[in-house]
């Protein structure tokens, strides 16, 4: 069974930076996609950063492109994301989650197809 737990959530001024973990069980690298995403009051869930486990390759949205980064530990079996000169904008309750491997990218970072999700974790970047 797959569990996804985030962490590493909270407030930051524009310009910071945070780390989000995802501590996932249950998760045999190399055979998922993982991603992380975001959903902020009264909009649709974004889809943020998407790796897959086998080889490591990884894929942004333009929103977050060349200010965050996703990146997997294996032997400590969490996924991560390093956020860099955040802006208010990316103010959400961040998700990590879990699918086939099989995923392109456009449908990975839909996030439609990912059946596992953790709980979630608040972000929140002050002007």
């Known amino acids: 069974q797959v569990q996804l737990v985030e962490s590493g959530g909270g407030s930051v001024e524009a310009g910071g930076s945070l780390r989000l973990s995802c501590a996932a069980s249950?998760?045999?690298?190399?055979?998922?996609?993982m991603g992380w995403f975001r959903q902020a009051p009264g909009k649709e869930r974004e889809g943020v950063a998407v790796?897959?486990?086998?080889?490591?390759?990884?894929y942004y949205s333009h929103s977050v492109k060349g200010r965050f980064i996703i990146f997997q530990d294996n032997a400590k079996k969490t996924l991560g994301l390093q956020m860099n000169s955040l802006k208010p904008e990316d103010t959400a309750i961040y998700y990590c989650?879990?699918?086939?491997?099989?995923?392109?990218?456009?449908?990975?970072?839909?996030?439609?197809?990912?059946?596992?999700w953790g709980q979630g974790t608040q972000v929140t970047v002050s002007s």
């Open positions: 249950g998760v045999t690298y190399g055979s998922y996609s």
């Open positions: 989650a879990a699918g086939p491997s099989w995923l392109s990218a456009a449908e990975a970072l839909d996030g439609s197809s990912m059946p596992y």
């Open positions: 790796i897959y486990t086998a080889s490591f390759t990884t």
